[in-house]
C-alpha cells in the first residue's frame, strides 16, 4: 500500500511539473514569437516604404515636382514614424526641406544629385535592418 501511494505522489508531482514546464514553455514562446514576428512586419513595411520612396525620388524632377513633393512627404511621414536612426531621420527631413525650398532656389539646388545621394542612404540603411 506505501508503495502505491509513493507511486501516485510521484505521479502527480510529474504531471504538475509537466503542465508548468509546458505552461512556462507556451509563454515564453508566444512573447518570443510575437517580437519576431513584429521585427519581421517592421522591416517589411520599411522595406516597402523605402522601395515606395526611391521610385518617387528617381522619377522626381523639375517639370513634376509638385505632383511629386505631395506624394513623397506622406512617404517620408510614414517612414520617420516606423525608424528610429536619427541619422536617417535628419538626412529624410532635410530632403523635404529641400523640395520645400526648392522653387526659391533652383538654381542653386542641383535635384538629381540629391536624389542620388538619399537614394544611396536608403539602400545603405537597408543593408542594416
Known amino acids: 500500500m506505501a508503495v502505491l501511494t509513493l507511486i501516485n505522489s510521484t505521479a502527480g508531482t510529474a504531471i504538475i511539473g509537466i503542465v508548468t514546464t509546458k ?3 507556451s509563454l515564453v514562446g508566444s512573447k518570443f514569437s510575437y517580437k ?16 515606395e520612396l526611391s521610385e518617387e525620388i528617381i ?5 513634376n515636382l509638385s ?4 506624394k513623397i512627404q506622406k512617404t517620408i511621414s510614414k517612414i520617420l514614424f516606423l525608424v528610429e ?40 540603411y537597408i543593408k542594416k535592418i
Open 23 to 25: 505552461l512556462f514553455d
Open 36 to 51: 519576431n514576428d513584429k521585427k519581421k512586419w517592421l522591416r517589411e513595411k520599411e522595406l516597402d516604404l523605402f522601395s
Open 59 to 63: 522619377s522626381v524632377n523639375c517639370e
Open 67 to 70: 505632383v511629386k513633393k505631395d
Open 85 to 124: 536612426n536619427e541619422d536617417l531621420t535628419r538626412k529624410l527631413k532635410n530632403y523635404l526641406f529641400i523640395l520645400e525650398e526648392y522653387e526659391c532656389y533652383k538654381n542653386h539646388i542641383d535635384l538629381i544629385s540629391i536624389n542620388d545621394e538619399l537614394t544611396k542612404d536608403l539602400n545603405i
